[in-house]
């Protein structure tokens, strides 16, 4: 199921260290659209190289579509 969130939410499916597969859902980059059921690589936040999920958030958080 695709899901949609503002990309300044600090969770893993906005965040750069996130190795899951995620799109822009609009020209501004306002959102990210993202398949709500996988599980994806974190790569140097708080749970480096574990599985994550799109919703799981972290202290480490870099914005992925920056405006």
Do not use: H, I
């Not at 501004?28 to 398949?35: D, H, P, R, S, W």
């Not at 059921?37 to 958080?61: D, H, I, R």
């Amino acid at each position: 199921m695709n899901q949609r969130l503002p990309s300044n939410w600090k969770n893993c499916a906005t965040c750069a260290r996130w190795g899951g597969s995620r799109r822009p859902a609009d020209p501004f980059l306002n959102y990210v659209e993202f398949e709500s059921n996988q599980k994806c690589k974190c790569y140097g936040g708080v749970f480096n190289l574990a599985e994550m999920q799109p919703m799981a958030s972290c202290t480490k958080w870099e914005q992925q579509y920056k405006k």
